[in-house]
């Protein structure tokens, strides 16, 4: 059975178009114009979709100076505290109808990644149609359990989490009495080395835990991206800022709109590459079979004279009987005169 999920006006399953979902994150720079400007571009891009991240400096984590919420291990953000970096990173509360209204006038899905119960309560309060949990989040299972109760899609990233952890997220979710569950292939690393990226895990993922599918994507550049289409993936989650000179937490492994644009369409292109699993030649390949080699009669024979390798051979185009009836024919003799550039037929010979 065909799994779906529905997020919007979107049903997503493993025959639809793919889902391509534009993360604002931080790009916004904390200012809301810009941050409405970027919803024009996702949607001048061809997205499907924009996603938000709602938490505040305080909803997730604390203004601490010690060890432990300094950012350290060569990350971008190395040199600061977690408090700092989400209070330049985060998504003011206020704005979040405001662009919930603005996605609705240009046609976009919006949703966001709650990051605590008072998120999940300003996303209901706003109608998001969809709840994705953020890696470092997956081991949360009180605010899985909550997202799931909202019987709205779960999406959750796998970027930090063991087996173990994917399938507690997965039994909360169930235990809610919600299935409706996406799984998004994410190495949390920024950018993400390519070779890090393990896009095999895909199909695996999907048949152990009988789940969509999707990919949330770090990495610079669209081939990744694209790739994960012809392994299975049916949402996409890239970030998107205007440009990346622009600066900001997350403009270094961010999107620019023309690159965007030209993900979507490639993603597009390997979806009608991809077609069907069925093999069966397409109307144009049945067409193009005539273009096949044949059997031709290349010398001009005598009706009762023999067919043989010299006056007989297989050739392009496909007029006559098919190379593998060759070594029958050899032998026979024809029945009537047989010219040169003459298709062989059966009833040339007996």
Known sequence: MDKQIQIGSHTISQTSPVFIVAEMSANHLQDYDRAVAILHAAKEAGADAIKLQTYTPDTITLQSDTACFQITGGTIWDGTTLYKLYQEAYTPWEWHPRLMEEAKKLGLVCFSSPFDPTAVDLMEQCGMPAYKIASYEITDIPLIRLAASKQKPVILATGVARESDIRLAI?????????????????????????????????????EYGCLMGLSDHTMGSAVAVASVALGAR????????????????????????????????????EKALGSSQYKLTPVQETEREGARSLFVVEDIPEGAPLTPQNIRSIRPGNGLPPVEYDRVLGKKAVRPLHRGEPLQEDDFR
């Open 171 to 207: 039994d909360a979710c169930r235990a809610e009495g919600n299935d409706q569950i996406m799984l998004l292939k994410c190495v949390s690393a920024y950018p993400t080395p390519y070779e890090d990226v393990n896009l095999n895990t895909i199909p695996t993922l999907a048949r």
């Open 235 to 270: 949402m996409v989650e890239k970030h998107l800022t205007l440009r990346r000179s622009d600066g900001g937490p997350d403009g270094a492994f961010s999107m620019e709109p023309e690159e965007f644009a030209r993900m979507v369409q490639d993603i597009r292109i390997v």
